[in-house]
């Protein structure tokens, strides 16, 4: 996990405003507004790199509910599309979802569960996003 965070670190790209992180107390809020649980990983991942811009994936984050990014809502349309509630997306990629389940396990969904996965969001970080 750490030589992950320490990779998307170093390859943040400057932005004119730059994204905050969240804390323990805003994640609670989060769950609260989902219904669900955030898995341990997600729950790592927002505290600690959820503000890291890079490639041309936008992983999802929790402290501006006007960005296109907001887990609420980008939660709420994937639900809208068919994602199992079971899941939680991670990021949107060409109409389909990166998203995890309550194990940690990192799936690909395109109006189905695709044979593509991860056995973490810190690999998926590194294989897909990472590498895009």
């Known amino acids: 996990m750490d030589d992950v965070i320490d990779?998307?670190?170093e390859r943040n790209e400057p932005v004119p405003v730059p994204l905050e992180l969240p804390d323990e107390d805003l994640l609670v809020e989060i769950e609260e507004q989902l219904y669900v649980a955030l898995p341990d990983d997600l729950r790592a991942f927002l505290l600690t790199v959820s503000d890291?811009?890079?490639?041309?994936?936008?992983?999802?984050?929790?402290?501006?509910?006007?960005?296109?990014?907001?887990?609420?809502?980008?939660?709420?349309v994937a639900w809208s599309l068919g994602l199992p509630r079971r899941f939680l997306p991670i990021c949107e990629s060409n109409g389909g979802y990166y998203c995890i389940s309550q194990d940690g396990t990192v799936l690909f969904w395109d109006e189905r569960?695709?044979?593509?996965?991860?056995?973490?969001?810190?690999?998926w970080a590194r294989e897909v996003w990472l590498a895009d």
């Open 52 to 76: 890291v811009v890079c490639g041309r994936l936008e992983p999802v984050t929790v402290t501006d509910p006007n960005s296109h990014t907001y887990l609420p809502e980008v939660a709420a």
């Open 113 to 123: 569960i695709t044979n593509a996965s991860w056995d973490s969001l810190w690999l």
């Open 7 to 9: 990779m998307l670190r």
